[in-house]
Structures are given as structure tokens and as C-alpha cells.
């Protein structure tokens, strides 16, 4: 009998992907995935450099195919007649895929890795809450417990399950960066040259196009890179990480965060053991008790969090719309064009991405997330752009982060209340504000920001809904006493999807 043939997806790279397994490996790199959706041209590099890489150091063990077509037939033609094992994928497309296989080929498919708590433990969870709301705190307590992480005996290292509070701080005043070690960076070598070389072409020859630009390769593209970024930010920059990791400092794109989340979704890295690095941290005194809570709440209560949300809540959750929102995706944005707008935190923003293909959560969310909510454009197409134009961006993270946390398209199911703020927000958390053509504290007029406007114009329109939403009713009633509302409703409308 032929031996078990082992297929893993482009987000399986890590060793916890194969180390059960001594039979051959099949990877599929597919030209028609890059040809059907516009991504970032980083991102195309990062995920082609990091199956390269991993077909280098398989060796002998692995088939590696390159096709212009779709796995599908290339899994067929490697596949029939031996047996074939995969992990469970992290899409419900790449799942429905390996399901039609399965009605061809003998295919098991395994429980999935790279996250912390296993699905039944989630279903157990949620099937046990009754009519309670999925609350991720709870979980990400519960995971806690479960794996011993940060905890002293029965309670929570610290005395607190929960430093949020501590780690809210506005920029240093007059800083021009965070003043912390840079985080690692990785080497070119000539694998990274040929991707280049090939991702060039295939753009001449017209097969395919990219956002953004494809500088030197910021992320780790292997196992052995991924723990030396890991390494950097522990020992470096965790210490600085909690009390500004939501501060914005156009100087420093990277303040104090970790970078680690691009090799924790190709599967370079298991988030359990990222966790306990940084609790070895807090254990040796090198770093706060508020720093390690806030990441290890990032990587095994959110992450994991989100990822079991999209298969609980089903595939019919991407197209939740309770806001109704359909205005289409404007070009200047799509494109990531900064130069479009003179609102200096989407310019800065969307430049950046252009140049990375990657932010750190607040300019997502309190940027890019609440003006696209602002403007009631399709949270589908919202998705969409931003699973397409960030390196750490995959269908799994972005449905229930966009459609439920950025959007509010589920109409409450994931976030309480939306995530959206006028000008004020972003001018206490950032600098953008004080090289403005526009005035954070302006709603109507030449100098109106655009997102002090936007925010009042957002609980305009949707008024009755928010109002009986506790967390909402107060901004809501704030709305009776502007003035100049009737002013500010018919400049928004004229702007519409106009860069401001």
C-alpha cells in the first residue's frame, strides 16, 4: 500500500503540521489565486518565500507543485490511488474543497493546529453559555485556566485577569517614536530573489496585479526567522509593549508591537508557545505584569477567539448587514492611494499599508474600520479588502473581525456598541492631528474632520437602531443638541465617497 501523502495549505508551515508524520508531503503553489483577487504585493511575497522556504527544508520528503491552475487538479493528480491526509483548513473555501476531494480521493482530515483551545472545547463553551453573549473575556479567561497561563495557583498572575485599563496610554507628548529597540528583520537570500524575479514577471506578462509595494520582506518567511523575531520582542520590546499599544506615533510604525501575527497565521509559530515565551518574561522580572496580560490576551484569548467565531457563527455570517451599508468601496481606497485625501490619519495610514501591507490595531480599527463604518460602505467588500491588503490578513481572521468588531454588521453579536469616534479619539491616541489641514474639533465647514463629521452623520442615520443600545444611547441623545445637525448632514451626503 502506498504510503500517506500529507497536503499542506500555504498556512501550514510550521513543524506542528508535520511532525507526526514520517511519509511525503505535497505542497501547491496556485498562480490562479493570485490571478483572481488584487493582493498586496508583500503579501503575495511573504506567503510564496515562505512555501519556498519550507519545500527547501523538506527536502526529498516534499512534492512541490507550481501551477497556473487550482489545487484541485494538481492534489488529484499526485493523490489518486494512495491515501491522503490533511489538516483541517482555516477557510470555509479551502474546507469546501477538501470535502469534493473527499467524494474522489481517500482524504482524513485532521483536527486543525496553530490555535490554543481545540473546537469541541469552544463548542463545549458556547453550547454551556445558554442565552449569555459569547463574550471573549470569559473565553479568553477559561483559556487561561486551562493552560496555566499566567496564573498564580487558582487566581490570575498580578491579581488581575485583565490590565486593558493600564495599557491605554496616549503618546509620549512631543515624541517622535516610542524610543524602543527596533524589531527583528529578516535576510534576503535567492529564494527570496527568485519570488521576486517571478512575481515580476507574472505582472508584466499581465496574469496578475498587486496593491502596495513590494520593499525588503519584513516578515519571517521561516521557522527559524519566526523565532528570532520572537526572541527580539520579548526580550526587547515587550517590556514597552502594553501602556502605548494603542498609541500612534507617525514616526515609528511599529511602536512596541510584536509583528508576530504574519507567522502566526502561516503556521511558522504555535501560539501557546508564543504565549508562555512572554509569561517566561514576566516570571524573570524582565518584563510587566500589564505588558505580558495584554499580549498573551492578544494571542491566545482574541486570536483563537476569532478563529473559532467564524466556523461557530457559520458561512452565512460574511454576509451579515444589519446596517444596511451598500455604498461601493471608492478607488482612492481600494488602491491604498494616501495621497487621494488631506486627512492626515487615512493619508499616513493607507500609506503605510501601501508600503507594509500591515498597522497595528488602532489605525485598522479606529482609522481605516470606522471611517469605511462612517460612510456605510459594504461590509462585504470592506472584508474583503482588508483580507486582501495586509500580509497577516486570511478569511478567518478578517470575516469576524471586520463584518463583527470593525463593521458592526452583525448587529451586535460579536462587539457591544460600534467601534467609531470622532476626531477627538484620534487626536488624543495619535499625532496625526496636529499636521491636519482639518480640525479634530470642527464638525461643519472648510475645516471639519472628516471623522467628527462622519461620526455624528453615522448616529444620524442610524438613530432608532442605536438608541437602545446602552453603551450608545447617551451619544445618541448628544445628537439633539447640535445645531448645526441639518448642516452637517447635508455636507456628508455631498461628500459621499469623495476623498476628504
Excluded at 307 to 331: D, I, K, M, Q, V
Amino acid at each position: 500500500m502506498a504510503s500517506t501523502l500529507r497536503w499542506l495549505f500555504g498556512d501550514q508551515l510550521g513543524p506542528h503540521f508535520t511532525h507526526d508524520h514520517r511519509g511525503p508531503v505535497l505542497l501547491v503553489e496556485s498562480r490562479a489565486v493570485l490571478a483572481r483577487r488584487r493582493f498586496h504585493r508583500a503579501k503575495a511575497h511573504l506567503v510564496l518565500s515562505a512555501m519556498r522556504h519550507r519545500a527547501a527544508e523538506l527536502g526529498d520528503k516534499v512534492t512541490y507543485v507550481r501551477t497556473e491552475g487550482g489545487y484541485g487538479d494538481a492534489v488529484r493528480s499526485h493523490a489518486r490511488g494512495r491515501p491522503l491526509e490533511v489538516v483541517h483548513p482555516t477557510s470555509y473555501a479551502a474546507l469546501g474543497l477538501v470535502e469534493r476531494l473527499a467524494a474522489e480521493l481517500d482524504v482524513t482530515v485532521l483536527d486543525p493546529r496553530g490555535f490554543a483551545t481545540p473546537r469541541e472545547d469552544f463548542e463545549r463553551w458556547a453550547s454551556g453559555r445558554g442565552e449569555q453573549r459569547l463574550l471573549m473575556e470569559d473565553f479568553y479567561r477559561r483559556a487561561r485556566r486551562a493552560h496555566g497561563v499566567l496564573m498564580d495557583g487558582s487566581g490570575p498572575a498580578g491579581g488581575r485577569w485583565n490590565f486593558d485599563h493600564d495599557n491605554r496610554e496616549p503618546p509620549p507628548r512631543g515624541a517622535d517614536t516610542l524610543g524602543v529597540p527596533e524589531p527583528w528583520w529578516p535576510e534576503e537570500d535567492e529564494i527570496d530573489e527568485e519570488v521576486r524575479a517571478d512575481l515580476d514577471r507574472w505582472e508584466r506578462e499581465g496574469s496578475v496585479s498587486f496593491l502596495g509595494t513590494d520593499g525588503p520582506r519584513r516578515f519571517p518567511a521561516t521557522r527559524r526567522q519566526a523565532l528570532a523575531a520572537l526572541d527580539r520582542f520579548v526580550e526587547h520590546r515587550l517590556p514597552h509593549f502594553g501602556a502605548h499599544e494603542d498609541a500612534v506615533l507617525e514616526g515609528d510604525p511599529w511602536m512596541a508591537h510584536s509583528l508576530v501575527s504574519a507567522p502566526l497565521n502561516l503556521g511558522l509559530l504555535d501560539p501557546l508557545e508564543v504565549a508562555r515565551r512572554a509569561e517566561e518574561a514576566y516570571l524573570a522580572g524582565a518584563a510587566p505584569i500589564a505588558s505580558v496580560e495584554g499580549f498573551v490576551r492578544q494571542v491566545i484569548g482574541w486570536r483563537d477567539y476569532v478563529w473559532h467565531l467564524y466556523w461557530h457563527l457559520g458561512p452565512g455570517y460574511r454576509r451579515r448587514n444589519e446596517l444596511s451599508a451598500t455604498e461601493r468601496l471608492p478607488r482612492w481606497f481600494a488602491d491604498l492611494d494616501g495621497s487621494a485625501t488631506g486627512a492626515r490619519c487615512l493619508s499616513h495610514t493607507l500609506a503605510q499599508v501601501a508600503t507594509y501591507g500591515w498597522v497595528h490595531h488602532i489605525p485598522r480599527l479606529m482609522v481605516l474600520g470606522s471611517y469605511a463604518m462612517q460612510r456605510g460602505w459594504s461590509p462585504a467588500q470592506v472584508t474583503d479588502w482588508f483580507h486582501r491588503a495586509f500580509v497577516d490578513g486570511y478569511d478567518w481572521v478578517m470575516v469576524p473581525n471586520v463584518v463583527g468588531m470593525s463593521q458592526h454588521a452583525d448587529g451586535g453579536v460579536m462587539a457591544t456598541k460600534p467601534y467609531s469616534s470622532g476626531g477627538a479619539y484620534v487626536d488624543r491616541m495619535s499625532d496625526h492631528c496636529g499636521s491636519c489641514r482639518f480640525d479634530p474639533k470642527v464638525r461643519v465647514g472648510e475645516d471639519a474632520c472628516p471623522f467628527t463629521a462622519g461620526y455624528w452623520w453615522f448616529l444620524d442615520r442610524h438613530r432608532e437602531r442605536l438608541a437602545g443600545n446602552h453603551r450608545m444611547a447617551r451619544a445618541v441623545q448628544g445628537l439633539d443638541r447640535l445645531s448645526d445637525l441639518p448642516a452637517l448632514v447635508a455636507q456628508e451626503e455631498a461628500r459621499g465617497n469623495r476623498a476628504p
